[in-house]
C-alpha cells in the first residue's frame, strides 16, 4: 500500500492525503498528468510538499534494502531496442544474473530462449514484471497499458492483475474506465481537480 500523506506535487496534487492499496486504476482525462504521476514514483521526485510511504515505516525514496522501489512501464514503447533479443540477455540486462525461471515464466510458458520480437503485448508486460519480482522491486508502474491490448489481451491483463495482485503493488493509469477493471483492482481512483478521488462503480467516467 503507497500512503499519502498531504502531498503537493506541480500542478498534478494539492495537498492529497489517501492510501493507495494494491492493485489500483487511477483513471484521468490526456494531459491531466498522469504519466507525471507515475514518473514521480519512478524516479522519486522531490514532493512539493509531504510525504508517501510505501509501508508504514518506511518513505519512498528511502528504502531500507537501498533498491529502486518501482518498476515503470510505457507499453508503447516497452521493447523497442529488444527486439531482436533473446530473453535470457534481457533479463541480464537489467539484473546483471542469469536468467531465472520464476512460477509467472512456468504460467505464461516464458523461456529464456524465446526472442523478445515473438511475445505478445501482453506477454512483454509479463516479462518485465517478472524481471521486477526476481529484484525485488514492490511497485509495478504500467502507464496506460489498455491501449496496446487487444481484446483477447486486455482479458489476460485483467485476470493477471487477479491472480498476481496480492504479490506486487501494482498502480495502473487510463483514460477511461475499463469494462470488468473493478474485479481485477482494489480501488479506482480518478485524478482531477488535483486530487486522487476514489470511485465505486465509475460508470459516467466511462469516456474522460
Known amino acids: 500500500m503507497l500512503t499519502f500523506q498531504n ?14 492499496p494494491g ?16 514518473q ?10 509531504g510525504e508517501i510511504h510505501l509501508q508504514e515505516n518506511i518513505k519512498l525514496g528511502h528504502s531500507v534494502l537501498g533498491r529502486r522501489q518501482a518498476f515503470f512501464l510505457v507499453p508503447e514503447n516497452i521493447g523497442l531496442k529488444w527486439k531482436d533479443f533473446k530473453l535470457y540477455t534481457v533479463y541480464r540486462l537489467f539484473t546483471k544474473k542469469s ?19 515473438q511475445l ?11 524481471i521486477a519480482m526476481t529484484m525485488k522491486i514492490p511497485i509495478i508502474l504500467y502507464d496506460e497499458p489498455f ?27 487510463g483514460n477511461r474506465m475499463e469494462p470488468d477493471i473493478s474485479q481485477s483492482v482494489q480501488q479506482t481512483f480518478l485524478l482531477d481537480s488535483r486530487t486522487l478521488i476514489p470511485l465505486k ?8
Open 120 to 130: 505478445s503485448h501482453f506477454l512483454k508486460l509479463v516479462f518485465y514484471t517478472h
Open 201 to 208: 462503480g465509475g460508470e459516467k467516467y466511462a469516456n474522460l
Open 147 to 173: 491501449k496496446i491490448l487487444d481484446f483477447e489481451e486486455r482479458s489476460q491483463f485483467l485476470d493477471f492483475l487477479k491472480k498476481w495482485g496480492n504479490t506486487l503493488l501494482f498502480v495502473i493509469t
Open 7 to 20: 502531498v503537493s506535487y506541480k500542478k498534478i496534487l494539492y495537498n492529497v492525503t489517501i492510501e493507495i
Open 23 to 38: 492493485t489500483s486504476y487511477i483513471i484521468g482525462r490526456n494531459q491531466i498528468g498522469k504519466t507525471d504521476l507515475l
Open 99 to 117: 536468467f531465472v525461471v520464476s512460477g509467472l515464466c512456468l504460467d505464461y510458458h516464458l523461456d529464456g530462449q524465446m526472442y523478445f520480437h
Open 40 to 49: 514521480m514514483l519512478f524516479y522519486q521526485k522531490k514532493l512539493t510538499e
